[in-house]
């Protein structure tokens, strides 16, 4: 039996969680810059963009990790056959501009539109996208730091996608913890910088898909403070406004376990001419803007990943047959063997894979949502109160969906048994792929610590506590159709242990080690708050339709029972441990 490796966009699951969990277009309409759109444009959207992924980017998907990129005799970077082809045809269909701001040249549409469009995208071909990915970051870091000039000349360019961005922050000796970097900026009396200095495993630093590339770059200006106080940003174009070449070099691609089709680079700076963007020193705050949105999109490639390993593989099982079904009768015709997809074990995978999906992206969908909110809703309080949910979930979406992405391609590759080991299937290379989003853009340690700490205590629990109060608000909601109640009691479960965590963990506010200690199991266990919320909130959606396709609704009810009674008791070896309080843990001994 041979299959290939195919995409069928999850369209209908994404127009039901715009109109029916979310009720997006009643959100829109609180929105003046989105006021206008309604549910049957943002679908038409989706349609274009999944088609735009399975006939432009899936092609290009293993023929790209096979070839890999090429650096060229003169520093140039050559990317994969295809690429550059696709790459135009994603500008001139204005793709890289659809949530960008209408003032430079954008179509200004929600991000949770172009949340589902990325997905899409990322499910398709992730290395290819990691060029366009940080376009959007970018900017919005230039539109709220650099100053007018830099703007009126990056920005057209930058919102079209005729140019393309990079990000320049780790060092050798300087990965987690950005203090410790060394590139330096100095000044000029024209007003410009010169910057100096070697930047490793840099995305997109050099390619061939666009005339320029504009790097921002975190580096420290003369006399500047040590540690990540000391950090400035510094806007450093591959070609200059007059059209010279930057001083600016491709080292060398790094040669690694995957995303082989994305110019991962290291780059040196002899003095390379940029601007700075924001203040001096307040370098960090101004690449937050982009690490946010960054976040999300590489949450974004996780979910992307866990959909497409997930349906390959439950296509692989219904057509792979080996053995009977425990009790099964025999079968007509006489076929000694089953699909797999009907064996206990296999339904466990699948189910819970499926699930676990869909619930991602109802959560993703609500954290892209409280950033729409927080930009453009016309009531301040509301504005503020969404910035606060979209900060608190940004670290667990980005952990939580890229860990999805990894161990989902891991246990999508065991239904195919041997097959998913070997190269032609295609999901050892999803496997491969997915690894890395669990480690940049922040490690998922560094999620975990920035949720205990800032986004949990650092606010004494008050976006939690606004959480739990919409969580309960959903279960009240489901106390009303009677299939619903079950989902009513394991949200409510979830609730209260949330709330007693919450305490345990503010008296011990003002021990780090112990706190600390818990930054695993307090990622984990507000994760499985969220998906059942995402559970109850989406089986009440399925429960209230009334037209449409009966088998659809039926099977998206059993897969969120499924996950409540299945999925849902991994929680609570976390909340056990959370509201015992840590034992410290160990040093380890240099040597033994
Ligand atoms: C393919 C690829 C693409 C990349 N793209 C870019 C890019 O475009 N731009 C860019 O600037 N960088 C990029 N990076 C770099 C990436 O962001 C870093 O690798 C990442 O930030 C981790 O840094 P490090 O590798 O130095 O690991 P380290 O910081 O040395 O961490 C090693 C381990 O220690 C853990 N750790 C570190 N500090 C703590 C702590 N305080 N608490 C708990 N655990 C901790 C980490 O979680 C990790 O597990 C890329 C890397 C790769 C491999």
């Known amino acids: 039996m041979r299959m290939s490796w195919n995409y069928e966009a999850p369209l209908r699951d994404m127009r039901f969680v715009l109109e029916h969990v979310l009720d997006a277009p009643a959100a829109w309409a609180q929105c003046p810059a989105h006021a206008e759109l309604d549910l049957d444009t943002a679908c038409a959207v989706l349609e274009q963009g999944a088609r ?12 790209g990790d096979r070839q890999g990129c090429r650096l060229q005799p003169d520093g140039g970077v050559r990317t994969p056959d295809g690429f550059r082809d696709a790459y135009e045809a994603f500008v001139a269909a204005a793709w890289p501009a659809l949530a960008g701001p209408p003032r430079w040249g954008g179509q200004g549409l929600p991000l949770l539109l ?5 997905e899409m995208f990322d499910a398709c071909n992730h290395a ?18 650099a100053d007018d000039a830099c703007r009126a000349r990056y920005l057209p360019a930058l919102v079209s996608g005729q140019w393309l961005a990079a990000m320049a922050l780790t060092e050798p000796q300087a990965g987690s913890d950005l203090g410790l970097l060394r590139t330096r900026a100095q000044p ?3 007003g410009s910088l010169r910057v100096r200095g070697s930047k490793i495993f840099i995305s997109g630093g050099e390619h061939d898909l666009s005339e320029n590339i504009v790097h921002l770059v975190l580096c420290r200006l003369p006399d500047a403070a040590r540690g990540s106080r000391g950090l ?3 806007l450093v174009p591959k070609f200059l406004p007059d059209g010279s070449r930057n001083a600016m070099v491709c080292e060398g691609l790094e040669h690694k376990m995957g995303l082989q089709a994305s110019a991962t680079c290291a780059m040196r700076y002899d003095d390379a001419v940029g601007w700075l963007v924001g203040e001096p020193g307040r370098g960090l705050a101004a690449m937050f803007v982009m690490m946010n949105s960054a976040r999300l999109h590489v949450a974004l490639q996780g979910l992307g990943h866990a959909e497409m390993a997930t349906q390959n593989a439950l296509r692989y099982a219904l057509e792979r047959r080996q053995s009977r079904v425990a009790g099964a009768r025999a079968a007509a015709g006489g076929a000694t063997a089953d699909p797999i997809a009907r064996h206990a074990a296999m339904r466990h995978v699948l189910l819970g894979l499926q699930a676990q999906v869909e619930a991602g992206r109802v ?7 409280a950033l729409d909110l927080a930009e453009q809703h016309r009531d301040a309080a509301v504005r503020q109160a969404a910035q606060a949910r979209a900060a608190l979930l940004t670290p667990l979406l980005k952990a939580q969906l890229t860990r999805l992405g990894f161990d989902g391609a891991s246990a999508a590759l065991q239904v195919f048994g041997g097959y998913g080991y070997v190269r032609e299937y295609g999901i050892e290379q999803s496997l491969r792929d997915a690894r890395i989003a669990m480690i940049y853009e922040g490690t998922n340690e560094i999620q975990a610590i920035d949720l205990l700490q800032r986004k949990l205590l650092g606010d004494r629990g008050a976006a939690l506590r606004a959480l739990l109060q919409e969580c309960l608000d959903e279960a ?11 989902f009513a009691e394991a949200l409510r479960g979830q609730c209260d242990a949330a709330a007693r965590a919450l305490d345990a963990l503010l008296a011990l506010e003002h021990e780090p080690a112990a706190t600390s200690a818990l930054a695993q199991d307090v990622m984990e266990a507000l994760w499985w708050l969220l998906c059942a919320w995402a559970f109850a909130s989406s ?4 429960l209230g339709l009334h037209d449409g396709d009966a088998r659809w609704r039926q099977a998206k009810l059993e897969r969120m029972g499924y996950a409540r009674d299945w999925l849902l008791p991994r929680a609570s070896l976390h909340w056990q441990r959370i509201t015992a309080g840590a034992a410290l843990l160990p040093e380890l001994p240099a040597a033994q």
């Open 232 to 234: 400035s940003l510094a």
């Open 539 to 542: 089986a009440r959606a399925a």
């Open 363 to 369: 959560i993703a969908a609500r954290a892209a949502l």
């Open 188 to 190: 000029q009396p024209d």
């Open 52 to 63: 735009f992924a399975r006939e432009r980017l899936l092609p290009l998907n293993a023929t």
């Open 114 to 118: 172009d949340g589902l469009v990325r």
């Open 476 to 486: 009240r909601a489901c106390d009303g159709p009677q299939q619903a109640r079950p």
């Open 128 to 145: 290819w996208n990691m060029y366009p990915d940080l376009l959007h970051g970018a900017v919005q870091t230039l539109a709220a730091h």
